[in-house]
């Protein structure tokens, strides 16, 4: 296929892993896993997570790596161009378009929750979580909820730090961030793992996290397992394909994929045996605490360690910026989209979309407090709503229609031209995997969960 001239490919081979993993490891590992399990009783969960993100999330990662590179484009046109290739029909753009939608709507709740983490780190800095109980971190979580301005202060604030790192072009800063940052909040998880294992209740941690209890599973646990995969991956939103157009052809993707998918899980269950450790020996601290788990169950830690201040400031401030190097991927695809098609500025078409995304995040500050009552459809909030629809709908239907796409329309010699490094076996199993297994777990579980949101 001929490349579109004004098309960039990085140099350096290790960029896209860089570029990949920076964009998969966010607040979907910090935040959000541990608090799901927490909510989902654990060690079942974990497994049924576990076994999303290898049946279905890495072979999809695979797939829209491939797309990516093979399209050279943004990825709604990356569909179009691919699609044109195989001789299918253009309607499987629409593989772009929502991925570019739920992009947009997971930017808008993202900001909210990236801001948590910056209040996170002026209170940590002042030392503000000393002698921290399980009661006081309650209180001060619950105090943050409802303080608007202090929440749209700081959503502000992160979506102007994503905005600038779009305006002054991704690669560099991008790399360097995920270079250096990324293997620190790796080490301080290590090390808060040491402290987790020495004040904290480790064993019943571990048993929480890894012990499999059968009357555990639920559809309603399988249905967000399945969701987390993909927004742990970063998938089905254009953003693992936007870098994918940027991936050179010498680099071999189903090694890269699975470099993205172990490093992901690693940090997400250090995160968790952190985590849990703690709730289990702070009175007034549950494992199904909800979206405040990290914020409530961590300042405790700080508070009480020495040097808690330093440890924590830099924790939350690396939390943060994870979450950044999520966000500019999250808005990339978009971006790239309006300059690609309509001659937008990168300037103008960043600023529209950031805009758009505070709009739409007012509604997630709003179901923290104004609106906590306040029932769309199914007892959900405005931010109860956009996490439904991205992550039970949007995430899985794109997920279905990528791998339905490559598993069966698209023509065999492109495909095994893009995965011509891998060698024929891996090939083989990723193709049947994604052709037969992941279609239909993704089908069945996305059907048996919304029937179980709107039944139960
Ligand atoms: N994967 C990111 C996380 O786990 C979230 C994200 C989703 C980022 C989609 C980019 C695109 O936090």
Redesign the pocket.
């Known amino acids: 296929m001929r490349k579109a001239q004004q098309h960039a490919i990085w140099g350096r081979r290790g960029t896209f892993i860089l570029a990949a993993t920076g964009?998969?490891?966010?607040?979907?590992?910090i935040w959000?896993f541990p608090y799901i399990t927490g909510e989902n009783g654990g060690g079942a969960f974990v497994v049924m997570y576990l076994l999303c993100i290898c049946l279905i999330g890495l072979p999809v990662l695979v797939a829209e790596i491939m797309l990516g590179r093979r399209g050279r484009a943004s990825p709604i046109l990356a569909m179009q161009r691919v699609a044109r290739e195989s001789n299918s029909s253009k309607l499987w753009s629409l593989i772009g378009w929502s991925g570019v939608l739920a992009?947009f709507i997971?930017l808008s709740y993202?900001s909210v929750i990236a801001g948590w983490t910056l209040e996170y780190v002026t209170t940590a800095a002042r030392g503000g979580f000393e002698g921290f109980d399980g009661v006081a971190a309650n209180n001060t979580f619950t105090a943050l909820q409802g303080d608007i301005s202090t929440l749209v202060q700081w959503q502000t604030a992160f979506l102007c730090m994503t905005a600038l790192i779009i305006m002054f072009g991704v690669t560099r800063g991008l790399e360097t961030a995920v270079r250096i940052l990324m293997p620190l909040l790796f080490c301080l998880l290590v090390v808060l793992l040491g402290y987790a294992a020495y004040a904290g209740d480790f064993a019943a941690g571990f048993n929480f996290l890894f012990k499999f209890r059968f009357d555990q599973l639920s559809l309603e646990g399988l249905s967000l397992a399945l969701g987390h995969a993909f927004?742990?991956?970063?998938l089905s939103?254009g953003?693992i394909m936007a870098y994918g157009s940027y991936m050179p052809h010498n680099q071999s993707i189903l090694k890269t994929a699975a470099t993205v998918g172990v490093l992901?899980t690693a940090i997400a269950l250090l995160a968790g045996l952190v985590i849990f450790p703690i709730v289990f020996a702070n009175p007034g601290v549950e494992p199904g605490a909800g979206p405040g788990l990290m914020f409530v169950s961590l300042p405790i830690v700080f508070g009480a360690m020495p040097l808690g201040e330093v440890f924590g400031t830099v924790f939350f401030l690396l939390v943060t910026l994870a979450?950044w190097s999520?966000?500019i991927?999250?808005l990339e695809p978009a971006v790239a989209y309006l300059t690609e098609r309509f001659r937008f500025h990168r300037v103008a078409a960043n600023l529209l979309i950031i805009f758009c995304a505070w709009l739409l995040g007012l509604t997630t500050v709003f179901s923290l407090n104004r609106w906590q009552d306040l029932s769309l459809v199914a007892g959900m909030t405005p931010f109860d709503l956009s996490t439904f629809i991205t992550e039970q709908v949007l995430l899985p239907l794109g997920a279905l229609a990528t791998a339905i796409y490559v598993g069966w329309f698209m023509k065999k010699r492109p495909l095994r031209r893009e995965l011509a490094l891998d060698s024929s076996r891996w090939f083989v199993r990723w193709l049947t995997v994604l052709k037969y297994v992941s279609p239909m777990l993704i089908a069945v579980v996305f059907v048996l969960g919304i029937v179980d949101k709107f039944a139960g």
């Open positions: 964009s998969a490891v966010g607040l979907g590992n959000k992009g997971i993202y927004f742990t991956l970063s939103m953003a992901d979450a999520s966000t991927s999250l």
